[in-house]
């Protein structure tokens, strides 16, 4: 299967795959994914979600989950599912939030479409494929916290709360924390958190973290993320070699504290500010 990978979060993102393989997904396995459980925050919350995007709104949630359900669900189908992804709870969430809540007005007919789209501050909303892929590489469970550094709009922040118990999310740029923040408070995302900062430092008082999520490259992983990161727990975030080349990096800590990493997926993010460019 042929993919051209052209990445970033908060800054750019783009797989292509050709159009045959992105059609090759069975009726039967578009009957399946309607019937899968609806997403864990719901359930939490006592919530009675329909999986159908012809079928009843979900109850008791904004009205931005409502619209354009179908295009959601067909952007799961044809960009996630796919090629590859299988998590359910991650093609569950993928279906639940409403991507078109995190982008300009000028860029709401392209909402679901198979790329990145510009927010504030020539940064972007990530490609749909790049979200899922690195939600589901940190293996969430409803019991999880998470940490994540780059809060950007706020949509990834979003699909880590459709599975996990808290989500920490802390933005550099003070008024995309501040946007972030209102647009995640209007959709009722009671359970994610947003503060201005340099998250090299992570966000101690509330840590250690089951899973830590970063959407910029540095040359290094902070040690204060590392340190944060519970033993047993998974950390993904991209980072360049001396070549400028740049990896999404997958972090495992063991239970004695042992850091092993492991190079996932060639990608293409912006840098990382702040603290990790002092030498």
Same mark, same amino acid.
């Given at each position: 299967?042929?993919?051209?990978?052209? &990445?970033?979060?908060?800054?750019?993102?783009?797989?292509?795959?050709?159009?045959?393989?992105?059609?090759?997904?069975?009726?039967?396995?578009?009957?399946?994914?309607?019937?899968?459980?609806?997403?864990?925050?719901?359930? @939490?919350?006592?919530?009675?979600e329909?999986?159908?995007?012809? !079928?009843?709104?979900?109850?008791?949630?904004?009205?931005?989950?409502?619209?354009?359900?179908?295009? @959601?669900?067909?952007?799961? #189908?044809?960009?996630?599912?796919?090629?590859?992804?299988?998590?359910?709870?991650v093609?569950?969430?993928?279906?639940?939030?409403?991507?078109?809540?995190?982008?300009a007005?000028?860029?709401?007919?392209?909402?679901?479409? #198979?790329?990145?789209?510009? &927010?504030e501050?020539?940064?972007?909303?990530?490609?749909?494929?790049?979200?899922?892929?690195?939600?589901?590489?940190?293996?969430?469970d409803?019991?999880? @916290?998470?940490?994540?550094?780059?809060t %950007?709009?706020g949509?990834?922040?979003?699909?880590?709360?459709?599975?996990? =118990?808290?989500?920490?999310?802390?933005?550099?740029i003070?008024?995309?924390?501040?946007?972030?923040?209102?647009?995640?408070?209007?959709?009722?995302?009671?359970?994610?958190?947003?503060?201005?900062?340099? %998250?090299?430092?992570?966000?101690?008082?509330?840590g250690?973290?089951d899973?830590?999520?970063?959407?910029?490259?540095? !040359?290094?992983?902070?040690?204060?993320?590392?340190?944060?990161?519970?033993? =047993? %727990?998974?950390?993904?975030?991209?980072?360049?070699?001396?070549? !400028?080349?740049?990896?999404?990096?997958?972090?495992?800590?063991?239970?004695?504290?042992?850091?092993?990493?492991?190079?996932?997926?060639?990608v293409?993010?912006?840098?990382?500010?702040?603290?990790?460019?002092?030498?």
């Open positions: 299967m042929p993919w051209l990978f052209l &990445i970033g979060l908060s800054g750019w993102a783009l797989v292509v795959m050709n159009d045959e393989s992105a059609r090759q997904v069975s009726s039967d396995r578009r009957a399946a994914a309607l019937r899968e459980s609806r997403p864990l925050a719901a359930r @939490r919350a006592g919530i009675n329909s999986n159908s995007p012809q !079928g009843p709104p979900p109850a008791k949630r904004p009205a931005a989950f409502d619209r354009r359900r179908t295009e @959601r669900f067909q952007m799961v #189908d044809l960009q996630i599912e796919s090629r590859g992804i299988k998590d359910p709870n093609l569950q969430a993928m279906r639940s939030v409403p991507r078109h809540a995190f982008v007005s000028r860029f709401q007919a392209e909402a679901y479409e #198979d790329r990145p789209l510009p &927010i501050h020539q940064q972007t909303i990530s490609q749909p494929y790049i979200v899922a892929f690195m939600t589901e590489a940190l293996a969430l409803p019991n999880d @916290r998470v940490l994540e550094i780059g %950007g709009s949509y990834q922040a979003a699909v880590c709360a459709e599975i996990a =118990k808290e989500v920490y999310t802390i933005e550099i003070e008024s995309l924390a501040r946007s972030a923040a209102a647009r995640l408070e209007t959709l009722e995302y009671r359970n994610v958190h947003v503060k201005a900062g340099d %998250g090299y430092f992570g966000w101690p008082e509330h250690p973290f899973a830590i999520i970063g959407t910029a490259a540095a !040359g290094r992983i902070p040690q204060p993320l590392l340190d944060q990161l519970k033993p =047993k %727990g998974r950390m993904i975030l991209p980072q360049e070699d001396r070549r !400028g080349y740049q990896y999404l990096v997958l972090v495992t800590k063991d239970a004695d504290g042992s850091i092993h990493k492991r190079e996932v997926l060639p293409r993010f912006v840098p990382m500010t702040g603290e990790v460019e002092r030498p």
